[in-house]
T-cell receptor, first 114, second 118 residues
Framework: GEDVEQSLFLSVREGDSSVINCTYT??????LYWYKQEPGAGLQLLTY?????DMKQDQRLTVLLNKKDKHLSLRIADTQTGDSAIYFC??????????????FGTGTQLKVEL | DARVTQTPRHKVTEMGQEVTMRCQPI?????VFWYRQTMMQGLELLAY????????DSGMPKDRFSAEMPDATLATLKIQPSEPRDSAVYFC????????????????FGEGSRLTVL
């Protein structure tokens, strides 16, 4: 079955770059995602990457996908205290057919220190 | 501002009591998911529905949990009887699967129902 793994914690200083890593097992996913969960809230889609891409940049966010190694990363440039949250990697999504559920990783707690 | 609404936000109950959590998905979304979040297990998929029909509830303990969609605007998750190990935050999320099955995977989550079973 599908499995998505992430490290549990990451601590960075404000202004530094953060890199959150994820490995997954299902190579048939059409999309891979990063969701963000702020304290006391539900998850919110942050960004996603189509499986035939290897990089996507969106302002301070850069997503890198290594399909061969089934490795996904999220880089946050100039990390701010407002970026402190839990970040979930997820795989799934399909262009056609069934299998519409997402499998989430365990989440990485990002703590940004002054 | 369309959003998923969950009630109650917080629930404290005693072991053995029935608990019902409700979710109003975003209008027009045809897929609804129930997830459970705990420190130990992370985010677990309990059940999901498309067009109100259950597609997968294999993540749910069948003897005590039940999930339904009485209509397109309401999804319910019931636990009877509740146990202390059910203590968790329960999230509902909705999304749109297009005809032909295309799904971009963007889920919209509610704020969760935090359940504590004593």
């Amino acid at each position: 079955g599908e499995d998505v793994e992430q490290s549990l914690f990451l601590s960075v200083r404000e202004g530094d770059s953060s890199v959150i890593n994820c490995t997954y097992t299902d190579s048939s996913s059409t999309y891979l995602y990063w969701y963000k969960q702020e304290p006391g809230a539900g998850l919110q889609l942050l960004t996603y990457i189509f499986s035939n891409m290897d990089m996507k940049q969106d302002q301070r966010l850069t997503v890198l996908l290594n399909k061969k190694d089934k490795h996904l990363s999220l880089r946050i440039a100039d990390t701010q205290t407002g970026d402190s949250a839990i970040y979930f990697c997820a795989e799934g999504g399909r262009l056609t057919g069934g299998g519409n559920k997402l499998t989430f990783g365990t989440g990485t707690q990002l703590k940004v220190e002054l | 501002d369309a959003r998923v609404t969950q009630t109650p936000r917080h629930k404290v109950t005693e072991m053995g009591q029935e608990v019902t959590m409700r979710c109003q998905p975003i209008l027009g979304h045809n897929t609804v998911f129930w997830y459970r979040q705990t420190m130990m297990q992370g985010l677990e998929l309990l059940a999901y529905f498309r067009n109100r029909a259950p597609l997968d509830d294999s993540g749910m303990p069948k003897d005590r949990f039940s999930a339904e969609m009485p209509d397109a605007t309401l999804a319910t998750l019931k636990i009877q009887p509740s146990e202390p190990r059910d203590s968790a935050v329960y999230f509902c999320a909705s999304g749109l699967v297009l005809s032909g099955g295309a799904f971009t995977g963007e889920l919209f989550f509610g704020e969760g129902s935090r359940l504590t079973v004593l």
